[in-house]
């Protein structure tokens, strides 16, 4: 009869509460392992850490590697360590075979026996080790250079999953559940709220995602009046919210219906066109609001008030505006450094852009998905961005509610309007 595989791991932190340690039990069994608790300690309060000391065996070293490498993500970590293993990019923009592929959780490399934190947390990258300071960062894949120290394998690598912050506002996790249209709107609205005041109180930047359904509701106003309340530091969007918010501006229209009054409007198809047009006539949006072309609307309010954006165009865009970025790998860099001390994300209607920053945030960003549609805040879970809550609803109502709570005071009117 062959030996079993073995290895021990330990984990620590709200691993009860929290759930990790079940996941990391159902990831080795459903992978054909099995385990055995060694040691278990549970924390009494709230606020004090459990730990568990596991053997994990499998049938196979390569199992036992793969069940080691999933387990890894929840926080687990061998207790025989290494230092990470390194290897040179041999080219520009590909990594070396076997690297080490990121989450969006806390992560740490083992370099000379010490632990070190890699910077720039983000999903879906590699992770790149200065050989001279020792310092970690995620790089992503088209930024790789040759020559550069990248961590392959598993070893020596442990990350550390987001567990609850008992300081925070406890009323706020009932969202963290399946997504679903039955839940309470007024309760999540408050809580959002209460989100974005917390961030703004702490200095961190807001960032919000916004589609142009923001625009075709009539919601463009209450977006505005977000903006000059200083709730929005960074707006990330593409060329229609641009577009349809400064038609709006200059033809009361967007995509040729009125929003005040619902009717189409005769040639209105080419208000768009012609919207594009003025704006790359006068030389961007910047100067329209200048010169005085702009002088309403939620990109007016941005140039006003000096909130950063960016618009990432896609290859269905007219035009596009002058400042929309239609290199889309360039976007993607560009939006990574606009991401520092971001406390909170809002995704507003737009399933491709939320889906897109989504996989740029580390997992201690608390994000929240505003849509009609269901699917958007599901794709997101699967994607790995499991911070994020999900409100199913129309953008117009969420948005009035919002402003209601933020601007006009917590509880000065009730979130009318917002369906269950």
């Known amino acids: 009869m062959v030996a079993p595989f073995v290895s021990e791991v330990e984990v620590a932190g709200h691993i009860i509460d929290g759930l990790i340690l079940p996941k990391i039990l159902d990831c080795i069994t459903a992978a054909g ?47 025989v360590e290494h230092d990470c293993r390194l290897e040179t990019a041999d080219r520009d923009g590909a990594f070396p075979e076997g690297f080490y592929a990121t989450t969006n959780q806390r992560t740490e490399v083992r370099r000379r026996g010490e632990w070190v934190e890699v910077r720039d947390q983000e999903m879906d990258c590699g992770i790149a080790v200065d050989p001279a300071t020792g310092a970690a960062r995620c790089v992503a894949m088209s930024d790789v250079g040759r020559g ?33 249209t039955e839940k309470p709107k007024g309760v999540a609205i408050r ?95 910047r100067r329209a609001v200048a010169t005085g072309l702009l002088r309403q609307g939620i990109m007016y309010e941005c140039v006003r008030r000096n909130v950063d954006f960016l618009l990432a165009g896609s290859i269905r865009d007219d035009g596009p505006l002058p400042e929309v970025m239609t290199d889309v790998i360039e976007a ?25 920053v989504g996989n740029l945030l580390p997992a201690w960003v608390r994000v929240v998905c505003v849509d009609i549609n269901p699917s958007t805040v599901i794709k997101l879970n699967d994607r790995g961005s499991f911070q994020t809550l999900g409100i199913v609803t129309d953008v117009e109502p969420f948005l009035r509610a919002l402003v209601d709570e933020l601007v006009k005071g917590p509880g000065a009117a009730a979130p009318h309007g917002v369906r269950v």
């Open 33 to 79: 392992g099995s385990f055995q608790i060694k040691r278990i300690s549970v924390g009494q309060e709230r606020k004090d850490p459990s730990y568990a000391l596991l053997a994990v065996t499998a049938p196979s070293q390569d199992q036992l590697e793969a069940i080691l490498a999933d387990i890894r993500d929840h926080g687990a970590a061998p207790i």
């Open 148 to 180: 550069q120290a990248i961590v392959v394998g598993y070893h020596g690598v442990r990350a550390h999953p987001q567990t609850r912050d008992s300081e925070r506002n406890d009323a706020f996790e009932f969202m963290n559940s399946a997504v679903s």
């Open 191 to 285: 809580q959002v709220a209460d989100e974005m005041r917390r961030s703004r109180d702490l200095g961190q930047r807001i960032l919000v995602v916004a589609g142009p359904a923001v625009i075709h509701t009539g919601s463009g106003g209450h977006f505005c009046e977000l903006i000059r309340a200083g709730y929005v530091q960074t707006l990330f969007a593409g060329n229609a919210l641009a577009t349809h918010d400064i038609e709006q501006a200059l033809f009361g229209t967007s995509l040729g219906v009125r929003l005040d009054r619902g009717d189409i409007v005769e040639a209105g198809h080419e208000h768009h066109l012609r919207t594009i047009n003025r704006i790359r006539r006068v030389g961007g949006i």
């Open 332 to 356: 993607q860099s560009a939006m990574r450094q606009k991401l520092a001390n971001v406390g909170f994300c809002l995704m507003v209607a737009t399933t491709l852009h939320s889906i897109a």
